[in-house]
């Protein structure tokens, strides 16, 4: 039987009904996450979703739900703790408020744990070590290593968005200084753009308004200077990061996906080369860095191969 997959993010919810075989076979997404409204609203808004998915499929009989939502969470319990992406939601019960209306049994993990088994099981890699990261509204990573999902003592392991890259660095939303995410995220890229205008008003972005990740990328590809410094040290600052999990974890793959990767080429070949040249030379000739190939499916996806997982 096909599983009902469901993504929560901070910026687009989305649902979908998914197959064994990882086909889609009905899917439905947002405009966007209601933040401002807190946790019930965008819950009720993600049912529906679900509801939409499974009536375009012809309501079929559901294996699971599967669900993807930032971190940090427990998958276990299915509580999601606090993500900085998705303010209010802290000990929110998503697991049991969506068991209430699907029905059991549901089953909550990290978006980006997820995105990593999705892309694994379907995204047509055929490699056993395997890094997904994804730049989305924050950023996030989950890690495959000899074919198994990578879980930890307590579950939540590779979460790789807050990796310390600069010690003295930005103030990131989970309370550290200098984490990954405060810098290769597209809430920073925004923000990053935004303070940058205080200080060159000449920028053509001041004309903008309020600011996007899109908006820095496409004036960045417009020879605008000041949104070419952000790009480039986005890039730069992920091309390292990435180069330093090369070297950890060694995987055949590292990919790249969510928002900020539908900029394409502009992301994916400063990161690759930069990431391949400074990671050891033996790791970083047994692997490459790709964008994935579902877009905006990545994460419906891999909330039914975790669904999938779960049941097996
Ligand atoms: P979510 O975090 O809800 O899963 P997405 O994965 O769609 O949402 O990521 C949203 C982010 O992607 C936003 O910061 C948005 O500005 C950025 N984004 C969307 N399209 C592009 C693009 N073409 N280039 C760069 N950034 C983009
Ligand atoms: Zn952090």
């Known amino acids: 039987a096909p599983v009902l997959a469901l ?25 966007e ?24 499929a012809g309501h079929p009989e559901i294996a699971a739900v599967g669900v993807g939502c930032g971190g940090p969470l427990d998958p276990r319990t299915g509580v999601i703790l606090g993500p900085p992406g998705l303010p209010g939601w802290d000990e929110v019960p998503l697991g049991r408020l969506v068991a209430e209306h699907f029905g059991p049994p549901t089953y909550v993990e990290n978006d980006a744990t997820a995105a990593a088994l999705g892309e694994y099981r379907w995204g047509g890699w055929n490699v056993e070590n395997l890094v997904y990261l994804t730049v989305s509204t924050g950023f996030g990573g989950g890690v495959v290593a000899d074919g198994k999902l990578f879980r930890g003592a307590a579950d939540q392991g590779g979460e790789l968005g807050h990796v310390v890259v600069d010690w003295q660095g930005r103030q990131c939303g989970c309370g550290a ?44 590809r417009g020879g605008d200077p000041v949104a070419r410094a ?19 974890w060694e995987p055949d793959l590292v990919v790249l996906g969510g928002g900020v990767t539908r900029a394409g080429g502009p992301l994916l070949e400063p990161v690759r080369e930069t990431a391949l040249r400074q990671a050891m030379p033996p790791a970083a000739k047994a692997c490459d860095v790709v964008l994935s190939h579902h877009g905006d499916t990545v994460g419906v996806l891999g909330a039914a191969a975790i669904a999938y997982d779960r049941l097996e």
């Open 33 to 56: 996450t209601p933040l401002a409204a807190g946790p019930e609203a965008a819950i009720s808004r993600l049912v529906d979703l679900g509801e939409k998915a499974l009536a375009e």
């Open 230 to 248: 952000i790009w480039d040290e986005t890039t730069a600052i992920l091309g390292r990061m990435v180069a330093v999990i090369v070297n950890v």
């Open 7 to 31: 993504d929560v993010g901070g910026t687009k919810l989305a649902a979908g009904v998914v197959s064994a075989e990882g086909t889609l076979l009905s899917s439905f997404r947002s405009a």
């Open 177 to 220: 200084r200098g984490c990954a995410e405060a810098y290769v995220s597209g809430t920073s890229i925004a923000r990053r753009a935004a303070e940058a205008l205080l200080d060159r008003p000449d920028s053509s972005l001041a004309g903008v308004g309020t600011l996007t990740a899109k908006d820095v990328f496409e004036h960045a």
